[in-house]
């Protein structure tokens, strides 16, 4: 086996320096396992590791092995359906070891395992299989499945997570099944969503089964209550049994005291009760009477106190009243000398008007004739600006000579170099320095079938013309190398690099077809096949339409629905159609595709006449143009003059001394006459405004303080409310004091009499002396009977009956009582058991519905990321896609579009060609890779449907996840021999021996080379 340590990119290794540590696959030794003896032991390395070699080399035997080591099933691995599959024939077990990393803060059990776990798997030839799992110094730790499974949990190794290993087979179940289900299950399974729903799916379950078994011990329940209410009467009766003696005794005792009436000493006891109600309700009687009188005296208080503010308030309204009068009384003075005044602004108002009007007029003037001239100025900058768009038509002296020497030589219309640059590839390739000769100029390697078509296809293939096209990266470097030998100083054409193929791309399923017009392909004659597929792969000709008539083109792809797989058309101006917008043509005709050289040369002889003309009437074009603009600028001068002179007359309208300064259009004796009234008032004007001015602060001062004090009277007045109010309740409080000690007055006379008539009875009462003293013995304390001696003996003979009968239906007191205690724990152990059931279900349900809503914003948030790396990953290849993921359906739908960026429309994944399809597979694995956490992952023949430049792109990618994780180890197994890559401490090579068709394949393959 030979193994090289090799790193792709500088920049990429010196990225991270943190690298791999628990989990990771150290080393795997297979012995006797499928068709091989003895492969390994394989050292891997942290990061990167390629395991290369043929068909037969055991590429497939190590990653098979390392499932079925690490705890997987047979059917997982696609090899077989049974372990025993996996033993080589002839032999009786076979064998897999494995080292994982067991250092870092996450180790497992590192006392015992140390920095490493042995994981032995013997299979013998009857499928069983055991383990050992042994510490770095090889002691035997566990020899239980229980254990590698608690291992795999705390590295946190999945198996049978396609993500962590996935097979070729698992790729194409999953990725390149046709079915959108599939995509969304692998989705799923990658990312341990499937797990959470089925264990969400079996909570519930569980939950629906713990709820029959509710049930059931709710009718458990009813059964023990029913036996505890039957042991519950039992037990009541021996209570009651108590109760009965107990009664018993009581009623003797009452009998006792039956004869005996206290009477006297009860009323007695009642007569104190009667007076202390007749001495509360006395006192408070006084305190209603007393709280009555302060209320009425602060009452009287108020009611002086409005009685002295009244003549006050009468005073201040009157001075009012007065001041107000003197107050108008000076405003009637005032108004002649305001009527003079205003009579003078009249006559001034309407000299001003007259003359306002008169220059608005020459505003309204001044506004024609400005907008006279921006006219003609626009007018003129318009046809200026049509004359400078239509110089840049005419031809120069270059495109001229151009067109003259492409007459012995068509190449010369890509530039002047282009001969010598092709002699220069011929050359080159004649001596061996292209593995492919490069094709190129694309526009010299194309011809029309109509020459009308001409300027639209080369406004659609634009940059295209001038391109060439290599097949691999070795030959683009030379090719870079003759145009910078050639083409000095020059700009150097745009170099395609893909692989070439000797038949053109099928394009039936994403061509256009269009029964009138044909597509861009369908239009050219191309006789390269390489060249076809540049351009079908790099500008999608296939799928553009070439309509002759610029309005029946849109028509097609503007209303309606546009033909199927057509994203574009062009017309035969050079017009570019899509279904939402239009574009122009920049140039009127066709510069490289052109098959009438003499013609264009003509064009361009007459539009180099036509550039002298175009310069003539451009300069008088300018001529006019600053002409307007000096006739524009002085208009604009005097309509602000004019704004200036209006502003200036309405500033002063307002003005007191407005009369002087347009005295002139006045009469000399007139303006002397106003001019001495309004001297001799204005004086009386000021005088009779300033005493104005002190009575109305008069009156304001006087109004004030009537205010105040007719405020204050309100304020006193609405106290004496409220205390009026309080006197009232306080007067009904003592009627009812006094009601109520009255009532019991009453009714302390009517017992006093009553204790009266009962103490001339006494001494009939003292022959009952005798009897009390009996019953004294029976029971000391006197007791007070309301019944009859009579009505007492015949309950007592009753009571002592049912005692009797009672006591000979029941058992044994103590059997009773156990029974009772018995059933009464039964029930209520099983009652909270219940309870805790029901509690605890309502918390599961709680509990499951904060998970699932956790479990949906965790698929959504996890969708995103997917289709966020995804688009990246598309991104570096220049492709664009889309992911659609239906949750509801449980669908995931992929889209690619092999360059053009967002102008090409979105395909299925099945229309893509075998290498784009392995590609953007690629692309999805490493987007579910960028959202899940594995310590390590396999990848079985990645590239194996992949042409060079996907393989590149895609290995490029992989080794750039792989440098920015460089905590996770990355296991590729391809058939490819990687010489390419160069050397590193970063990525290590395991390369397998070819298999010895010969010999068989039971060979040792473990031999090291040295690359």
């Known amino acids: 086996m030979h193994f090289t340590v090799i790193c792709y990119n500088p920049v990429i290794c010196a990225l991270l320096q943190r690298v791999a540590d628990v989990g990771i696959v150290e080393s795997i030794t297979l012995k006797n396992f499928m068709c091989h003896s003895l492969l390994g032991p394989f050292t891997f390395g942290s990061n990167v590791n390629f395991v290369v070699g043929s068909n037969g080399s055991g590429k497939s035997a190590v990653l098979t092995a390392l499932i079925v080591a690490l705890g997987g099933n047979a059917q997982a691995t696609n090899r077989g359906s049974s372990l025993k599959g996996f033993v080589k024939e002839g032999e009786s077990s076979a064998d897999v070891s494995i080292t994982l990393c067991n250092?870092?803060?996450?180790?497992?059990?590192?006392?015992?395992?140390?920095?490493?776990?042995?994981?032995?798997?013997?299979?013998?030839?009857?499928g069983l299989r055991t383990y050992k799992l042994r510490s770095k110094s090889g002691n035997i730790i566990s020899t239980k499945k229980e254990e590698l499974m608690c291992i795999l949990d705390n590295l946190n190794i999945q198996v049978n997570n396609p993500v962590s290993i996935l097979t070729q087979e698992m790729s194409k179940y999953f990725l390149h099944s046709k079915g959108e289900g599939d995509k969304y299950r692998f989705f799923m399974k990658a990312t341990q969503l499937e797990q959470m729903r089925e264990d969400f799916v079996y909570i519930k379950s569980t939950k629906h089964i713990t709820e029959d078994k509710m049930s059931q011990q709710g009718e458990c329940v009813e059964e023990l209550k029913q036996k505890y209410q039957e042991k519950m009467d039992r037990y009541k009766s021996l209570a009651s049994l108590d109760e009965m003696h107990s009664k018993l005794e009581e009623l003797q005792k009452q009998m006792a005291w039956a004869l005996v009436r206290p009477k006297l000493q009860s009323d007695r006891q009642s007569t104190g009760k009667y007076d202390e109600k007749v001495e509360e309700w006395k006192?408070?009687?006084?305190?209603?009477?007393?709280?009555?009188?302060?209320?009425?005296?602060?009452?009287?208080?108020?009611?002086?106190?409005?009685?002295?503010?009244?003549?006050?308030?009468t005073q201040l309204k009157t001075e009012v009243q007065k001041r107000n009068s003197l107050l108008k009384s000076s405003e009637v003075r005032t108004h002649p000398l305001q009527l003079l005044q205003s009579q003078a602004r009249a006559v001034r108002m309407e000299q001003i008007r007259a003359e306002l009007e008169n220059m608005q007029h020459q505003i309204s003037t001044l506004g024609q004739q400005i907008n006279q001239y921006e006219q003609a100025s626009s007018r003129a900058k318009d046809e200026l600006n049509k004359m400078r768009y239509g110089k840049r038509g005419l031809a120069n002296r270059k495109n001229l000579q151009i067109m003259e020497s492409s007459r012995s030589n068509c190449l010369r219309r890509f530039g002047e170099h282009m001969p010598a640059l092709l002699s220069s590839i011929q050359e080159a390739h004649r001596k061996g320095q292209f593995k492919q000769r490069p094709r190129g100029p694309l526009g010299y390697c194309i011809s029309l079938k109509d020459p009308e078509l001409a300027l639209a296809v080369e406004v659609c293939l634009k940059s295209f013309l001038h391109s060439f096209t290599c097949d691999n990266y070795d030959d683009e470097k030379v090719l870079q190398g003759l145009m910078a030998r050639v083409l000095k100083g020059g700009r150097r054409p745009t170099i395609i690099t893909s692989a070439f193929l000797s038949n053109v791309h099928d394009?039936?399923?994403?061509?256009?077809?269009?029964?009138?017009?044909?597509?861009?392909?369908?239009?050219?004659?191309?006789?390269?096949?390489?060249?076809?597929?540049?351009?079908?792969?790099?500008?999608?000709?296939?799928?553009?339409?070439?309509i002759k008539n610029r309005t029946e083109a849109r028509?097609?792809?503007?209303?309606?629905?546009?033909?199927?797989?057509c994203n574009q058309a062009f017309s035969v101006e050079g017009d570019q159609i899509f279904t939402n917008r239009t574009y122009t043509a920049d140039q009127p005709r066709a510069k490289f595709l052109s098959s009438d050289i003499e013609e264009e040369i003509r064009c361009l002889e007459n539009q180099k006449a036509h550039a002298a003309r175009f310069q003539q009437q451009m300069r008088n074009v300018e001529e006019d143009i600053k002409k307007n603009e000096g006739l524009l600028k002085r208009a604009h001068t005097e309509q602000r003059m004019i704004k200036v002179t209006i502003l200036h007359f309405m500033m002063h309208i307002d003005a007191p001394g407005h009369l002087l300064l347009f005295s002139s259009t006045l009469q000399e004796e007139d303006l002397q006459e106003i001019i001495a009234k309004i001297s001799s008032k204005r004086t009386e004007l000021e005088e009779a405004r300033a005493q104005m001015a002190k009575l109305k602060a008069s009156y304001d001062a006087a109004e004030q303080e009537y205010k105040q004090h007719k405020d204050q009277i309100s304020a006193v007045a609405e106290e004496a409310d409220s205390i009026k109010e309080e006197l009232s309740k306080s007067d009904q409080e003592g009627v009812r004091c006094k009601h109520h000690k009255k009532h019991y007055e009453d009714k302390r006379k009517v017992h006093l009499k009553s204790i009266e008539t009962l103490?001339?009875?006494?001494?009939?009462?003292?022959?009952?002396?005798?009897?009390?003293?009996?019953?004294?013995?029976?029971?000391?304390?006197?007791?007070?009977?309301?019944?009859?001696?009579?009505?007492?003996?015949?309950?007592?003979?009753?009571?002592?009956?049912?005692?009797?009968?009672?006591?000979?239906?029941?058992?044994?007191?103590?059997?009773?009582?156990?029974?009772?205690?018995?059933?009464?724990?039964?029930?209520?152990?099983?009652?909270?058991?219940?309870?805790?059931?029901?509690?605890?279900?309502?918390?599961?349900?709680?509990?499951?519905?904060m998970r699932l809503k956790a479990y949906a914003d965790l698929?959504?948030?996890?969708?995103?990321?997917?289709?966020?790396?995804?688009?990246?990953?598309?991104?570096?290849?220049?492709?664009?896609?889309?992911?659609?993921?239906?949750?509801?359906?449980?669908?995931?739908?992929?889209?690619?579009?092999?360059?053009?960026?967002?102008?090409?429309?979105?395909?299925?994944?099945?229309?893509?060609?075998?290498?784009?399809?392995?590609?953007?597979t690629v692309c999805f694995v490493l987007s579910l890779w960028a959202i899940t956490e594995a310590p390590f992952r396999c990848l079985d023949e990645f590239d194996v449907y992949m042409d060079m430049v996907n393989?590149?792109?895609?290995?490029?990618?992989?080794?750039?996840?792989?440098?920015?994780?460089?905590?996770?180890?990355?296991?590729?197994?391809?058939?490819?021999?990687?010489?390419?890559?160069?050397?590193?401490?970063?990525?290590?090579?395991?390369?397998?021996?070819?298999?010895?068709?010969?010999?068989?394949?039971?060979?040792?393959?473990?031999?090291?080379?040295q690359d």
Do not use: W
Request: proline share 4%.
């Open 103 to 126: 250092k870092g803060r996450d180790a497992f059990k590192p006392e015992a395992y140390g920095t490493a776990i042995n994981v032995d798997l013997r299979i013998t030839r009857e």
């Open 283 to 313: 006192n408070k009687v006084e305190e209603a009477e007393q709280k009555y009188k302060q209320i009425q005296d602060q009452l009287e208080g108020i009611t002086q106190r409005i009685q002295e503010l009244q003549p006050q308030c």
């Open 507 to 546: 394009t039936t399923s994403r061509a256009v077809n269009h029964p009138e017009y044909p597509s861009v392909l369908q239009a050219l004659e191309i006789e390269d096949p390489v060249v076809a597929n540049c351009l079908i792969d790099q500008r999608g000709i296939e799928s553009i339409l070439l």
């Open 555 to 565: 028509r097609v792809m503007q209303r309606g629905n546009p033909p199927r797989n």
């Open 759 to 849: 103490e001339a009875s006494l001494n009939v009462k003292e022959q009952e002396l005798t009897s009390v003293a009996k019953a004294s013995e029976i029971c000391p304390e006197r007791t007070e009977v309301r019944r009859t001696a009579k009505s007492l003996d015949s309950e007592i003979s009753r009571l002592k009956t049912k005692i009797t009968t009672q006591q000979g239906q029941q058992g044994d007191r103590e059997e009773i009582v156990r029974q009772y205690h018995e059933a009464l724990t039964n029930y209520k152990d099983m009652k909270h058991q219940v309870k805790n059931l029901n509690n605890f279900i309502k918390t599961l349900d709680n509990i499951i519905s």
């Open 859 to 920: 698929r959504r948030f996890l969708s995103a990321r997917c289709k966020y790396y995804f688009d990246s990953m598309l991104a570096q290849r220049g492709y664009t896609g889309s992911m659609t993921f239906d949750h509801k359906n449980e669908t995931l739908s992929i889209t690619v579009q092999p360059g053009a960026g967002n102008k090409a429309d979105l395909s299925d994944m099945r229309s893509l060609s075998g290498g784009e399809r392995s590609f953007s």
């Open 951 to 1009: 393989r590149r792109i895609s290995m490029d990618m992989m080794l750039k996840v792989a440098a920015s994780q460089r905590n996770r180890q990355f296991i590729f197994l391809t058939p490819q021999s990687m010489s390419t890559l160069p050397e590193t401490d970063l990525i290590r090579i395991l390369r397998l021996k070819d298999p010895d068709r010969s010999h068989g394949a039971g060979q040792r393959n473990g031999e090291e080379e």
